[in-house]
């Protein structure tokens, strides 16, 4: 999956200062951010959000769960979707009577 922002400006025109300080803003081409987000249920975002302030390794510990089979890719999964928690798709299913 690749998401992209594009900002379209006039030769010499500067950044808007709005997007100067932008957590994804990008100065070349080669400053991307990974997204390796885990994909979980809905209880194991719930168990995760409530640690969210802890490192990766802590939130494993207190979860009793790993997003991923290897430790490396559990924690790097984890240190993105901390980045990322509030763009995380969430799907309900709701019926309407």
Do not use: C, N
Not at 69 to 97: C, M, N, W
Request: charged share 25%; aromatic share 10%.
């Amino acid at each position: 999956m690749m998401t992209a922002t594009v900002l379209a400006l006039a030769p010499g025109d500067p950044l808007p200062t709005g997007v100067l300080d932008w957590e994804f803003l990008s100065r070349d081409w080669t400053d991307i951010v990974q997204i390796s987000v885990p994909d979980l249920s809905m209880r194991e975002k719930i168990a995760i959000d409530r640690y969210l302030s802890k490192s990766p390794a802590q939130i494993i510990r207190l979860v009793k769960f790993a997003p991923a089979s290897e430790l490396d890719d559990a924690k790097e999964a984890l240190e993105s979707y901390k980045r990322l928690h509030r763009f995380y798709p969430t799907f309900f299913a709701i019926g309407v009577q």
